[in-house]
């Protein structure tokens, strides 16, 4: 995958937190356990929450950074072991990643 804007990036994510979103809302609709299927539908939540963050992003204030250092970004499936998590980022969140 080559991007070649901040459009592209964006773009990209957001693509990514429906295909998360409709993957969670689907495993919770097949979910006999109510419990889980509760979780998994909060975690469909969170991803289209993440969509719309992204859908009202201001890229034009990526703009000076994306001019001074444009080159192709390449992606990784490698898994994060260690992440910081920002205090915003909800116990949910959390739990899906060590999911």
Not at 27 to 56: C, F, P
Request: some cysteine.
């Amino acid at each position: 995958m080559e991007f070649n804007s901040i459009d592209d990036i964006v773009e990209f994510a957001i693509e990514k937190e429906v295909e998360a979103a409709d993957f969670y809302q689907a495993a919770a609709e097949n979910e006999d356990v109510k419990g889980i299927a509760s979780v998994l539908t909060e975690y469909a939540e969170e991803e289209r929450k993440h969509e719309k963050m992204l859908k009202n992003l201001n890229r034009s204030t990526f703009s000076p950074f994306w001019h001074k250092r444009k080159q192709n970004i390449k992606i990784t499936l490698k898994p994060c072991t260690m992440i910081t998590w920002p205090p915003r980022v909800t116990s949910t969140e959390k739990r899906a990643h060590s999911f």
